[in-house]
């Protein structure tokens, strides 16, 4: 509001001083001006300091009951301003929590799904173990695992011992032999 007014000042000083060349009347001008900013500036140091606490002696009752009825116009303002604020960001943390508690329950979901395809999984390499198991077994019944090739032929022979001194390195050999036909 005072910077308005000085504004409008100065706008028309221009246009007066545009019309008029005179120095002199244009220093009188500026002097009036400055004379003008000083009260405003030495009002509003003494406002300053009245809200401040600071010199309240000189005031009369009914202007400390209007500074007090200003400063409690004041502080609810400022109170009203800190609620809103602390509102907004209770809104925006509410919002983050909402969204990181819907992250949350996404990867809940992805990692149950995880388990159910390991556990599928799981299923799949036991049943295919199983298999294997049940051909080893079968292998070695049939021929210790050779399989349908009748060209090839497996000896096994067990090796008599050897005299004393070679007892302790071999006690028993075996001796695999392939014959192909």
């Avoid at 000083?38 to 509003?44: D, F, I, M, T």
């Avoid at 199983?130 to 022979?157: F, P, Y």
Wanted: charged residues 30%.
């Amino acid at each position: 509001m005072v910077m308005k007014s000085i504004i409008d000042r100065y706008s028309e000083a221009k246009c007066e001083t545009s019309s008029e060349i005179n120095p002199a009347s244009e220093i009188k001008f500026w002097q009036k001006e400055a004379a003008i900013l000083k009260r405003q500036l030495h009002s509003l140091q003494e406002n300053h300091r009245q809200m401040m606490g600071e010199e309240l002696s000189g005031l009369s009752v009914e202007d400390l009951q209007k500074l007090e009825n200003q400063l409690e116009l004041s502080l609810h303002d400022v109170r009203m301003k800190k609620d809103q604020m602390l509102l907004e960001e209770i809104q925006e943390l509410n919002r983050e929590g909402n969204l990181l508690h819907q992250e949350n329950l996404d990867l809940h979901k992805k990692l149950n799904l995880m388990r159910q395809q390991n556990m599928e999984l799981h299923k799949k390499v036991s049943e295919v173990e199983g298999v294997k198991s049940s051909e080893k077994i079968s292998l070695l019944t049939n021929g210790l695992g050779m399989r349908d090739n009748s060209s090839e032929h497996v000896h096994l022979q067990l090796s008599q011992p050897l005299q004393h001194d070679e007892t302790h390195s071999k006690a028993i050999q075996l001796s695999y032999f392939s014959f192909i036909s």
